[in-house]
């Protein structure tokens, strides 16, 4: 078996409620509840999320003092049980589609809720919110890796925080170190990009610093995502992925007033090891992320680039 073969195995088929129907088709009652129950649990109608309510599930923290009304302004289009059966059509969560069970989405059950806010309710389970984007487009899956954890917590900022682009460079650079042999690390990604936060919060953008191109950005022009997002629950354990064994957090879960900015990166941050590895990636030719992602699923298609 090859490199390549080690690094991309053929994918298991998807769990037929992730199946996406014909045209001609749709689902049937029974399959309908099936999913309703899968990613949909009964909810508590005592526990309010009206963020006017003392009650309220969220804290809204004065919001408008510090985030963008660009990102106040975009609700959720996930609201009922209907909108994640139709989601869950669409998407895989895990690379092991055994273990879609692990996991739960939830809908946005607020018609005003957004996705900066702040969960505070200790009676019910954690969440993170999640863009549909990262599973369809930029083959991210759950539970995050190390790498992505590590990013995350270097800039101090939850997922749904990170711009589609910076999420697209993270992830094909994983892609990248992997298909060269090298382990990603927050450092080297540093070397490469830089990430700028300014005024009041928007989402985190990355961009490649000058004379170290290594990647250009998935899209020039994301459209239709920012109101494209939605709760996740792990079910798999007493301690959800997104926590250590101790309860404390392994990334920020909801967004942080205080994002990290990496404007400048000195090559003394770099180990010997480390220096040698950015230098050979640095002698790669430049990828377009939006290829080496969807590379990333054809094990074969990668071998013609190295």
């Known amino acids: 078996m090859s490199m390549i073969e ?98 739960v989405c939830l809908p946005c059950s607020d018609e005003e809720e ?55 460079f993270v992830r094909a650079f994983e892609i990248l170190c992997s298909c060269v042999g090298i382990e990603p690390s927050v450092n080297k990604f540093l070397y490469f990009f830089q990430v700028k936060v300014f005024g009041k919060m928007e989402w985190i953008s990355a961009s490649g610093r000058s004379g170290r191109r290594l990647l250009n ?24 992925f997104f926590l250590e064994e101790g309860g404390k957090p392994r990334f920020p879960l909801h967004w942080t007033t205080d994002p990290v900015p990496y404007t400048t990166f000195e090559v003394d941050r770099l180990d010997e090891v480390e220096r040698y590895e950015v230098q050979q990636l640095s002698c790669l030719s430049v990828f377009h992320c939006a290829n080496l992602i969807g590379l990333g699923e054809n094990r074969h298609a990668l071998m013609k680039y190295f």
């Not at 975009?74 to 690379?95: A, E, G, M, P, Y």
């Not at 309710?121 to 995050?144: A, C, G, R, V």
């Not at 709760?231 to 959800?240: A, F, L, N, W």
Request: hydrophobic share 30%.
């Open 6 to 103: 080690n690094l991309f195995p053929s994918p298991k088929p998807k769990p037929s409620f992730l199946l996406q129907p014909s045209s001609s088709s749709s689902l049937s009652s029974s399959q309908t509840q099936l999913v309703k129950n899968e990613v949909c649990p009964k909810q508590n109608p005592n526990k309010g999320t009206n963020v006017n309510n003392e009650g309220s599930s969220f804290d809204i923290l004065n919001y408008e003092s510090w985030v963008s009304p660009q990102v106040l302004k975009h609700h959720s289009v996930f609201t009922s049980n209907k909108d994640i059966v139709h989601l869950r059509q669409k998407i895989q969560l895990t690379l092991d589609s055994s273990s879609e069970d692990d996991f």
């Open 114 to 168: 957004c996705v900066c806010w702040q969960h505070k309710d200790e009676n019910e389970p954690l969440f993170i919110y999640m863009y549909q984007f990262l599973f369809e487009k930029l083959s991210i899956s759950l539970p995050f890796p190390k790498f992505q954890c590590d990013i995350l917590v270097a800039l101090n900022v939850a997922p749904t925080q990170l711009h589609p682009n910076t999420w697209g």
């Open 217 to 240: 950005a998935f899209d020039s022009s994301y459209k239709n995502w920012k109101n494209m997002f939605f709760r996740v629950r792990s079910v798999c354990s007493s301690y959800p």
